[in-house]
Structure formats: structure tokens, C-alpha cells
């Protein structure tokens, strides 16, 4: 199930307490909440703490580190009294950059730096092949963006065996859970969808007399800046949320960071060319079907009228082609507007999905207003009224979209990929199709700046959602992943 759900906090902390009773029933309150073992073949590992909403889950901990030679649950368990034992002893403290040193009879006491949002420490494990940590506190409650327990390449160590125990839940008693919590984002997704379709009737707004006279005046300056905004929102949306935040959630699928990397490359790439490989096949299907359409009189006549008929007939290819590409390429392109949003709803939560949401829509309006002016042109001609029922048409694959997602179960690491696709595709819609408009040669020097102070605008738009916005960190889920209780804010 995806690393974001915390269905199975409350049967973890009565795990906790049904260890804490066993050892009580040994002789002894139990003074740990968490516990795991580790395979330690390398000599030195670094232990992190990291601020989580602006602060420490807590000024310190309380660790013991038992050293051992193997590392099972059932070495585990045999320590487990001697590691409660030893949580009650005077403790050595630590301070940043400090060393643990695995041995009997030693406690340390951690304690993080405040002025710095992470503090680190030294695992010397040279004597030993594996090491039993106790913790006063679970080590993810101290996680924001990375793992709790590092080797010195920066790779995430997972326990082999920890307390408590959180296969004793079932699997299927968690499910309704997760889906609750996961349906949780069903309206908002909904919701955002049909917004971001209601910008295709955008285009109404040139029936208003004076804004199309404005348009058409002023046609180079106003596609300039609209553009302009367009890119700026596009770009920061990219950047700042969707290439960032895809990095944290293709990370949860594969260990390894070269795996890593060569998916989430290879997903931005596919996303950006994603909307060349639509406009030629549309282009090339739509240049066909207006060939074989038009009439045979055209290939066969002669005169002033096979004259006549043959300059018809490319410009109906044009026509076919222009609405093709319009129509189909904005079906697609509003498909995959709907998965995004939808995976960033459901997997980094409500502020994340409607940033993206936001920067969806602030990126439809200008290409909804360029493919209302494109088929209500010359060359193509359709009726205002047809042009507007088209585009909303071919914009509802945006709900389509939505719900695909939403009644598929989709992993974190598959939105992570679809996340760095959306940030592809974002990029060559901003790079490609609006910046040239701003270069546009006829543009004034005025004109010019008024479309770079468009693009900041956009940008700007984008950055005020960061400031309210927390990173979307997944928990630690690999082989025996620790989960983050409730309580401690990760989106």
C-alpha cells in the first residue's frame, strides 16, 4: 500500500504496549517505544535527526546500541530485555558529530542541534557485523527528507527485525482504512478537474465586444503576455513541485539511486515529447483523411476550374489538420493534466494537488484563448458557438483522467513517474509553444517587457503556493520500513 497512510498507527502502538507489558511481566517497565536490529558489514554509519514542521519531534533521545553478531528477530527479541535494562542507566551525552559505539552496559543520550534542521551522528560498527538499536522515541518521528539511519554513501539502511512488531496487523484489517484515507481526496480531485474543464468555455470572454476588438488590435502584444504568464506558471509548477517532489516518490519503488535516476529522467523526457509525438500523428492521420476526402474532380481537371478545384483542396487539408490537432492533441493533453492532478491529491495530500491544480489552470487559460482564436480564425472558420461546445468537449478528458486514477490503486513510486511525466510535459508546452511568443520579432520594446513581467507574475503565482507548502516525503516502507506514528506532520 502506499508509504503515505498511517491506517495501522493505532494496532502499532498496541503492539508497543503489549511489548511493553511482556517486559514489565519480566521484572521491569519497558523503556524503549522502538527497536530494530541491523546488518553492519561496513565499519562506520551515520545516524540522522532531522526537524519536522519547524522543529524537533523532541529536544533528545535516549539510544542504546548493543553490538551482535548476526541480525534476526529472534537475536532481536533475546536482547530485547538487556536493551531495556540498559535505557535506565546514566547516559553518555552526544552532541552533533558525535560517535556511537556499540557496546554492553551504554546509553546515550542525543542531543539535537536547534539552530540547524539536522543533526548527525557517527555509528562506529568496526567491531561488530550487526547492532541492535533501542529508542526512547520511533527514529521516523525525527525523518522529513531523509532516512533515519545512512551507511557512508548515503543509502538507506532498513532493519532486519523491529519492535514492534507491524506484521502483526493484518494486511486486510489496514485496507478500508487506506482506502477511507485515500478517498478522503476524491471531492477535491473532482473538484479541481471540473475547474480546470470549465476554462476551455474561456473563449466567451471574445464575444464581449470590447475585449475582442482589444484582441484583435493588439493581437502580437496580447498573445505575448498571455504567453508569458502561461510559461512562468508552467516552469515554477515544473521545477519547484512536480520534478522536486517526483524524485521523493520514485525513490520509494527502488533502492539503488541509479535506478533512481534513469526512470525519472527517462519520464520527464517522455513527457516532453509526448506533445511533438501527438502533433504528428494527428497531423499526418488529419493530412490523409482530408486527401482521400477531397473530390476526385480536383486530380482530374483542367483549366480554370481544375485550377480552382486543386487550390480547395489543400486548403480542406489544412482545415482537417488544424482541428485535429487542436481538438485531439487538447484530448490528450487534458488527459494527463487529470492524472497528475489526481496522483498529486491522493499522493501528497489537498495543498500539494490544488498547486498543481492552480498551475493547471493558469496554464489552460491562454492555450484555451489560443485554441478558441485558432478555430475561430480563417482558416478554419467554425462557428464562436461550435468552437466553444468543441473545446469543452475535448477538455472532459480531464475527469476522465481524474477518475482513472481514482479507481486505480497507483503506488507511490507509479506517481512519482506519472509526477515527473506531468513536469516533462510542462516543460515543452512552456518552452516550446509559449516563449517563442515573447520573442516575437513585430513586439516593442514596451511590448517586450510587458511580456517578461507576465512570466514573473505566472512564476510568482506558482512560488506563493510553496509558502505554505510541506515537501511530499514519503515514509520509510522497504524491507521491514519503519512506520511514522500519527502525530508528526508529513505530506
Avoid at 130 to 150: C, N, Q, R, V, W
Avoid at 170 to 180: C, G, R, T
Avoid at 311 to 324: K, L, T
Avoid at 388 to 408: K, P, Q, R, Y
Wanted: with cysteine.
Amino acid at each position: 500500500m502506499a508509504a503515505f497512510e498511517c491506517a495501522s498507527v493505532r494496532m502499532i502502538m498496541f503492539a508497543s504496549t503489549f511489548s511493553r507489558s511482556v517486559l514489565a511481566g519480566a521484572g521491569g517497565a519497558a523503556n524503549f517505544e522502538w527497536a530494530g536490529i541491523f546488518d553492519t558489514s561496513q565499519n562506520m554509519y551515520v545516524w540522522t535527526a532531522q526537524k519536522v514542521g519547524g522543529s524537533y519531534a523532541d529536544p533528545g533521545m535516549k539510544l542504546v546500541a548493543l553490538p551482535s553478531q548476526t541480525s534476526s528477530e529472534s537475536v532481536l527479541h533475546s536482547l530485547e530485555v538487556e536493551g531495556n535494562q540498559t535505557m535506565t542507566l546514566a547516559c553518555q551525552q552526544l552532541v552533533s558529530g558525535g560517535v556511537i559505539t556499540p557496546a554492553r552496559n551504554r546509553c546515550y543520550q542525543l542531543n539535537f542541534d536547534q539552530t540547524v534542521w539536522q543533526t548527525l551522528f557517527k555509528v562506529d560498527s568496526s567491531g561488530t557485523q550487526a547492532i541492535a538499536f533501542f529508542a526512547e522515541h520511533f527514529p521516523t518521528e525525527f525523518e522529513s527528507t531523509a532516512h533515519y539511519l545512512k551507511d557512508i554513501n548515503g543509502t538507506d539502511i532498513e532493519p532486519e527485525a523491529q519492535l514492534p512488531e507491524t506484521t502483526a496487523t493484518p494486511a486486510a484489517s489496514a485496507a478500508p482504512a487506506d482506502k477511507k484515507d485515500k478517498d478522503k481526496h476524491n471531492g477535491a480531485i473532482m473538484g479541481a478537474a471540473v475547474l480546470v474543464n470549465l476554462v476551455t468555455l474561456i473563449g466567451v470572454v471574445f464575444l464581449v465586444p470590447v475585449l475582442a476588438k482589444m484582441a484583435t488590435n493588439y493581437s502580437t502584444e496580447f498573445e505575448g503576455v498571455v504567453c508569458g504568464f502561461a510559461a512562468g506558471a508552467l516552469l515554477a509548477c515544473a521545477f519547484f513541485l512536480l520534478l522536486f517532489e517526483a524524485t521523493h516518490l520514485v525513490g520509494t519503488g527502488w533502492s539503488k539511486e541509479v535506478d533512481v535516476l534513469w526512470r525519472w529522467g527517462t519520464m520527464i523526457l517522455a513527457g516532453f515529447v509526448l506533445p511533438a509525438l501527438i502533433d504528428n500523428v494527428v497531423a499526418t492521420v488529419a493530412t490523409k483523411a482530408a486527401s482521400q476526402n477531397a473530390p476526385p474532380e480536383a486530380a482530374v481537371a483542367d483549366g480554370e476550374t481544375g485550377s480552382s478545384l486543386k487550390q480547395e483542396g489543400p486548403d480542406m487539408v489544412a482545415r482537417s489538420r488544424i482541428i485535429g490537432g487542436v481538438l485531439i492533441g487538447d484530448f490528450f493533453h487534458n488527459l494527463c493534466d487529470g492524472f497528475f492532478i489526481a496522483a498529486a491529491f491522493r499522493g501528497c495530500g489537498d495543498s500539494f494537488g490544488w498547486g498543481v491544480a492552480l498551475a493547471t489552470i493558469l496554464h489552460e487559460l491562454p492555450q484555451e484563448i489560443a485554441d478558441y482564436a485558432i478555430l475561430t480564425s480563417s482558416q478554419v472558420a467554425l462557428h464562436p458557438l461550435k468552437a466553444l461546445v468543441a473545446n469543452f468537449i475535448s477538455g472532459l478528458s480531464v475527469i476522465l483522467g481524474a477518475i482513472i486514477i481514482i479507481t486505480t490503486e497507483v503506488q507511490d513510486d507509479g506517481i512519482g513517474l506519472l509526477l515527473a511525466f506531468g513536469g516533462g510535459a510542462y516543460l515543452h508546452v512552456a518552452a516550446v509553444d509559449c516563449m517563442p511568443k515573447i520573442y516575437n520579432k513585430n513586439l516593442s520594446l514596451s511590448g517586450r517587457l510587458s511580456c517578461l513581467v507576465a512570466f514573473m507574475i505566472g512564476a510568482i503565482l506558482i512560488g506563493l503556493i510553496l509558502l505554505d507548502h510541506e515537501h511530499c516525503v514519503p515514509a520509510s516502507s522497504g524491507a521491514g520500513g519503519s512506520p511514522k506514528p500519527s502525530g508528526h506532520h508529513h505530506h
